[in-house]
């Protein structure tokens, strides 16, 4: 688990996070399948975008349970 930052949020802050997020994603992928470039790399660097705006802004590493909520 990282510690270089240790930014603490509130339930509330988490769940506008993880909402955010998981808005952003769905339109990633959304525009990844209109223009036709849907790709495992594609989606797994949305997946890794998301996960690294998730630690910049809580401090800390998403769970796996987070990260099943988020994209399913």
Do not use: C, H, P, W
């Not at 996960?51 to 994209?71: D, L, N, S």
């Amino acid at each position: 688990m990282s510690t270089k930052n240790t930014t603490s949020v509130s339930e509330e802050e988490l769940i506008k996070i993880k909402n955010k997020l998981e808005m952003e994603g769905m339109e990633k992928t959304k525009n990844m399948l209109i223009s036709g470039n849907i790709t495992e790399k594609n989606i797994k660097d949305v997946l890794a975008e998301g996960a690294k705006q998730f630690e910049q802004q809580t401090g800390r590493q998403m769970t796996y349970g987070e990260m099943r909520e988020m994209y399913g």
